[in-house]
T-cell receptor, first 110, second 114 residues
Framework: LAKTTQPISMDSYEGQEVNITCSHNNIATNDYITWYQQFPSQGPRFIIQGYKTKVTNEVASLFIPADRKSSTLSLPRVSLSDTAVYYC???????????FGKGTRLHILP | DAMVIQNPRYQVTQFGKPVTLSCSQTLNHNVMYWYQQKSSQAPKLLFHYYDKDFNNEADTPDNFQSRRPNTSFCFLDIRSPGLGDAAMYLC?????????????FGSGTRLTVV
């Protein structure tokens, strides 16, 4: 499994766009990049996955540069309810489990 | 709605007294996982079942055991809880164990050891 590095915490304000960057310098050719979100006192939930370039869904966008050594999760116009921990995971999907890194604690302020 | 249900949401147990946490799923997923999450830390995988096959993580203490009597249920047994075992315990399921987009987590059981 490729090692990932994320900021420990971030603060932002309601209505802002938030970008969380994850570094994964040792990403392998077959690895996908997956992001999970965990609200306080709940289990994590999948939000987005990508391999290269850009992926967008109803929750977030994921930007992956050509060298794939990093990725950026983008949350448009955040609200207080986006306060959560965001985990970046890198793996080829052939592993028999997902292993969480330290994650980024995002705090949205009014 | 199909889901993963953990009972109870909060559990208090005495130091050294065995405790069992339960997880049930209506998703009919093949794989069930148990994670331990201590305060302000990431979830840590303890073990998982692929159908009836048990897979223990190398660093999971012997104090932690698991049972999966059928597809729907999985139990976490802590034989002699210590103060360091106080944590949120998360159950998760997936159809197959190779798709990180497919995990469904329960809301967890918060264990307090007194």
């Amino acid at each position: 499994l490729a090692k990932t590095t994320q900021p420990i915490s971030m603060d932002s304000y309601e209505g802002q766009e938030v970008n969380i960057t994850c570094s994964h310098n040792n990403i392998a050719t077959n690895d996908y990049i997956t992001w999970y979100q965990q609200f306080p006192s709940q289990g994590p939930r999948f939000i987005i996955q990508g391999y290269k370039t850009k992926v967008t869904n109803e929750v977030a966008s994921l930007f992956i540069p050509a060298d794939r050594k990093s990725s950026t999760l983008s949350l448009p116009r955040v609200s207080l309810s986006d306060t959560a921990v965001y985990y970046c995971l890198v793996g080829e999907g052939r592993d028999d489990k997902i292993i969480f890194g330290k994650g980024t604690r995002l705090h949205i302020l009014p | 709605d199909a889901m993963v249900i953990q009972n109870p949401r909060y559990q208090v147990t005495q130091f050294g007294k065995p405790v069992t946490l339960s997880c049930s799923q209506t998703l009919n997923h093949n794989v069930m996982y148990w994670y331990q999450q201590k305060s302000s830390q990431a979830p840590k995988l303890l073990f998982h079942y692929y159908d009836k096959d048990f897979n223990n993580e190398a660093d999971t203490p012997d104090n932690f055991q698991s049972r999966r009597p059928n597809t729907s249920f999985c139990f976490l047994d802590i034989r002699s809880p210590g103060l360091g075992d106080a944590a949120m315990y998360l159950c998760a399921t997936s159809r197959e164990h190779r798709d990180p987009t497919d995990y469904t987590f329960g809301s967890g059981t918060r264990l307090t050891v007194v």
